[in-house]
């Protein structure tokens, strides 16, 4: 995997489980166990980056100038939202259920 990190650590918790009913217990302490830990990292992975928990997450997985060029891209290229990216914070929350 090869990523740029933006800072000097980085927090990443994992959890996996088989049975779907479990879902929301272990996407609980998922989320908590990460909430906690945050702060000691300075980034995150884009891919593995729960935007229905915090859709803010896409922002801040680039830095300021990164996060403008990409806007300015997907205007200039998309104006009219015809691809749906899960980069795009209020898209993620409105749909938590998209991929």
């Not at 891209?73 to 898209?91: A, K, N, W």
Request: proline residues 8%.
């Amino acid at each position: 995997m090869a990523f740029s990190a933006l800072g000097r650590s980085y927090v990443v918790p994992y959890a996996v489980w088989d049975d779907p009913r479990q879902d929301a217990a272990h996407t609980g302490w998922l989320r908590d166990a990460m909430h906690r830990v945050e702060p000691l990292g300075t980034g995150h992975y884009i891919a593995e980056t729960d935007l229905t928990a915090a859709p803010s997450r896409a922002r801040r997985s680039f830095t300021a100038d990164d996060w403008q060029r990409l806007t300015s891209l997907r205007g200039r290229y998309d104006p009219d939202g015809v691809f749906r990216s899960y980069l795009t914070p209020d898209e993620a929350a409105a749909d938590p259920s998209a991929p």
